[in-house]
């Protein structure tokens, strides 16, 4: 008889490669779990701390004249409405607590919750890109933490458990992490399924600390305040308005007017700025990055800590950002996209960096170790692109300059149209910065796009993430026969508009990279299929591993 004919025994061998794969497929953390037990009296110190602010900024007058005489029956019915108010906060929380359970499987994360009416949701664990752990100082003292996870295609977070202990939210993260690559692996991705090993990449030091700090100042908002004060100031006399320079004269008190007024104005920006950058470093501190086979781990955080993963498998797109301070310093940051989300940030749809500030060759190093990108050959808009931009922003001044004049002529307010005059000058240097800080690369395997000057972003997209390409042409761009390239990925950026483009380029370069870069991406789906095919050790000729004719579905 022939020996393939008689069924083959299972040898010790197999029952143990068996038992590998059911481990490495089966969840750790078994059965259904229950929030920390201290999440109701957590919750409730929260909202009696609410009610409490509100009581004190509103309600201590009405309180004290109720309980004041010849009221006592209106005394006691508040009293009563305010014992049982208590009585039915708590028991809802303690209701809600005991009625939320969540249950990690292979496959799914599952969530039952509901105290009126119970609602059951089924996470599948290949949709989620992101599990971030977050704890403020509070609950850093009494051991919980909240989970945040997000999914692909999400407009903010998918679920949220208020509060587990911090080993079970550590834990969590590791398993679904896990179990995710197991999912991936058993859809043909070569992912290893079994702990990871993680290495430290990235740690911030006091010296970036300090650039982070430096470069996030926002003038923004303290500068637009300024102005509108000094542009809407009534008609007291200023040294701006000649009519009233007289009033100045040259004595020690109005010296110390025309000094002390601008300084304060300074002294003012300066210490907004220092403190949105001292909140930018709170939000960094001791951060790290950690890397392994198939996803990164981040840490950071002074009052509020944050940890989170960037499963690499899911990258979408990398950003490398450098405002015109880090410019300067050489410094510049870096934001991994995922598909449907911006990871790293803390909170839903956030849009803080991967690292958030690090010498700029430090930072293209680790980028091109995620994606192995080449940035040369920048091929920068047509020159008539920025003949574009003088006369845009020549308009806008003239716009500004009519619209103060006509206010001062029929408003009781003076409101010095012609200080923005001494802008003239600078219009042709702002057009030509604009237009030397665009282009776009089209490289073997990614297409770069760069756009902006005081926020430079330099978007890395590889070509197999491109899901669409498509050319607009405004009115204004018509005129001179250019056409703005838009790359639309999976990540959050395309739902917030901020997609990779190249911008203001010739009509015919904007056709041909419409039809470039979509013969790339069928050019490097095709390349990923077959490494993937000839990891598996399947054949990939064109009669396909049963010599049958096959087609791509692609």
């Known amino acids: 008889m022939n020996e393939d004919s008689h069924p083959q025994s299972d040898t010790p061998a197999d029952h143990t490669e068996a038992a590998t794969a059911s481990v490495a497929t089966t969840s750790r953390i078994e059965g259904t779990q229950s929030l920390h037990v201290l999440t109701v009296p957590y919750q409730l110190a929260q909202q009696g701390l609410s009610i409490a602010v509100a009581l004190v900024v509103f309600g201590v007058p009405g309180v004290s004249s109720l309980f004041g005489s010849g009221r006592s029956l209106l005394a006691v019915g508040a009293t009563l409405a305010v014992v049982l108010g208590i009585a039915a906060m708590i028991g809802y929380f303690l209701a809600r607590y005991r009625r939320f359970e969540y249950e990690l499987t292979p496959d799914t994360f599952d969530i039952r919750s509901g105290v009126l009416s119970r609602r059951q949701r089924e996470i599948p664990l290949r949709r989620i890109q992101n599990v971030d752990i977050s704890q403020n100082v509070v609950q850093r003292l009494v051991g919980v933490a909240q989970v945040g996870l997000e999914t692909a295609g999400g407009g903010g977070t998918e679920a949220q458990l208020r509060y587990v202990g911090v080993e079970q939210a550590e834990r969590l993260q590791a398993e679904i992490s896990r179990l995710s690559r197991a999912a991936d692996a058993a859809d043909g991705e070569p992912t290893v399924a079994d702990e990871e090993r993680f290495e430290t990449v990235f740690e911030m030091s006091e010296r970036e600390l300090g650039v982070l700090a430096l470069v996030s100042m926002d003038l923004r908002i303290a500068s637009f305040l300024l102005f509108g004060a000094s542009v809407f100031a009534p008609s007291a006399g200023s040294m701006f308005d000649p009519q009233s320079w007289y009033e100045y004269g040259f004595g020690f008190e109005s010296l110390v007017r ?132 003088g006369f845009r922003y020549a308009i806008g001044l003239a716009l500004v300059v009519a619209l103060l004049y006509l206010g001062t002529r029929f408003t009781n307010f003076r409101l010095y149209w012609y200080v923005p005059l001494v802008a003239v000058p600078l219009i042709p240097v702002a057009a030509h910065l604009k237009w030397a800080n ?20 330099q978007k890395i997209v590889p070509y197999h993430r491109v899901q669409a390409v498509f050319t607009t042409e405004t009115v204004f761009q018509r005129r001179r026969d250019l056409a703005t390239v838009t790359i639309d990925t999976a990540g959050s950026q395309s739902i917030t508009g901020d997609d990779p483009e190249a911008v203001d380029v010739d009509t015919g370069t904007a056709e041909r990279i419409r039809e470039q870069v979509p013969d790339e991406l069928y050019g490097a789906l095709a390349r990923r299929r077959r490494a993937a095919w000839d990891a598996a050790g399947q054949d990939h000729s064109p009669d396909g591993p049963d010599g049958v004719s096959g087609s791509s579905s692609d």
């Open 258 to 389: 025309a000094v002390l007024g601008p300084a304060a104005a300074l002294a003012a920006v300066v210490a907004l700025a220092l403190v949105s950058g001292a909140l930018s470093a709170a939000r960094y501190y001791g951060f790290t990055l950690d890397r392994g086979d198939d996803e990164l781990r981040y840490e950071r955080g002074l009052l509020q800590k944050f940890s989170g993963t960037i499963p690499l498998s899911k990258v979408q797109t990398l950003t490398v950002k450098e405002n015109v301070i880090a410019r300067l310093l050489g410094y510049a940051g870096l934001t991994i996209e995922t598909a449907g989300y911006t990871p790293t940030s803390g909170e839903s749809n956030g849009s803080q960096s991967a690292i958030p500030v690090a010498e700029r060759d430090r930072v293209v190093s680790l980028a091109r170790s995620l994606e192995a990108f080449d940035a040369t050959g920048f091929e920068r808009p047509p020159k008539r692109a920025r003949l574009r931009y």
């Open 438 to 457: 665009r282009g776009y690369a089209l490289g073997a395997d990614h297409v770069v796009t760069r756009n902006g000057f005081w926020n430079r972003k």
